[in-house]
């Protein structure tokens, strides 16, 4: 799983990038974090509030910082599903 934080650095956007680390490592997923600071790059995901999530290239969260507790919902909901064989 990809997760993308994005926003300048600020507080709200390390505070969102530590609840996200956490809430993935409770649910046992793979997962790489990565923070994108470059404002070309945010705009690109079409983010125009800040901090924002996205997971695997879908933006799940903007212009705030969720509980670990919602970010795990999130997260869980955007787990790819095992195909039915």
């Known amino acids: 799983m990809q997760l ?7 507080t709200k956007c390390k505070k969102l990038a530590e609840a996200t680390d956490l ?8 997962y790489q974090l990565s923070k ?4 070309n ?7 125009m509030m800040t901090p924002a999530l996205v997971v695997d290239g879908t933006v ?3 212009g705030r910082v969720p509980t670990v ?7 869980v909901a955007a787990r790819p599903q095992p195909s039915a064989a």
Not at 4 to 10: M, R, T
Request: with cysteine; proline share 3%.
């Open 4 to 10: 993308l934080v994005l926003g300048p650095g600020c």
């Open 23 to 30: 809430a993935a490592r409770e649910l046992g997923l793979e």
């Open 36 to 39: 994108v600071t470059d404002l």
């Open 41 to 47: 790059q945010i705009l690109a995901l079409r983010v």
């Open 60 to 62: 799940k969260v903007t």
């Open 69 to 75: 507790e919602e970010l795990k919902q999130i997260l």
